[in-house]
């Protein structure tokens, strides 16, 4: 991700705003992260599979209770 310290982003924002890059940018101050800026995306649909594992993972049995349970029964 592309870093740049508060002062050269206030000099060059409108020009940075203009070519964003996916990933946004780290604005600084005296070396430490203050904010970033990221890009809007422009529907719902982008976000699909832009976070694989994050909501569903077949090795956590966070909603297993440990027993084995038949329909049949």
């Known amino acids: 991700m592309q870093e740049i310290n508060a002062s050269e982003f206030r000099k060059r924002c409108l020009?940075?705003?203009?070519k964003l890059?996916?990933?946004?940018?780290?604005?600084t101050k005296h070396g430490r992260p203050v904010a970033r800026i990221t890009p809007i995306?422009?529907?719902?649909?982008?976000?699909?599979?832009?976070?694989p594992g994050f909501l569903f993972d077949n090795d956590d049995d966070l909603f297993s209770t440990g027993i084995e349970w038949d329909a049949h029964s």
């Open 15 to 18: 020009a940075l705003m203009d």
């Open 21 to 27: 890059p996916a990933e946004g940018i780290v604005i």
């Open 41 to 51: 995306r422009k529907s719902p649909a982008e976000l699909i599979g832009s976070c």
